[in-house]
Nanobody, 118 residues
């Protein structure tokens, strides 16, 4: 499975961005898709996830109510709609895929930079 993330950029506080992650290859192997982020000098952290063929979604407390994860199975694409952005959301955002329940994310995209300025 290969993942290609895009959509990052520079945005003012309170603004919005939508990230996309296109999956290719053996996408039938995907069970869960997630978004993670890593800010400068900090460890990578979980942002949001969804079940590829279900309805369950999960969010970090820091983004609940502001970010929305969704998918388009026909396009093998997962989105992260980010609203009400804050400077602390500044990070490189990565998409990732897990092949089975309870298994760590095995597949990672290359990351896309989101910078929120005040």
């Amino acid at each position: 499975v290969q993942l290609q993330a895009s959509g990052g950029g520079l945005v003012q506080t309170g603004g919005s961005l939508r990230l996309s992650c296109v999956a290719s290859g053996r996408t039938i192997n995907i069970y869960r898709m997630g978004w993670f982020r890593q800010a400068p000098g900090k460890e990578r952290e979980f942002v949001a996830s969804l079940i590829w063929s279900g309805t369950y979604t999960d969010y970090a407390n820091s983004v609940k109510g502001r970010f929305t994860i969704s998918r388009d199975n026909a396009k093998n694409t997962v989105y992260l709609q980010m609203d009400s952005l804050k400077p602390e959301d500044t990070a490189v955002y990565y998409c990732a895929a897990s092949p089975r329940a309870g298994v760590p994310y095995d597949y990672w995209g290359q990351g896309t930079l989101v910078t929120v300025f005040s």
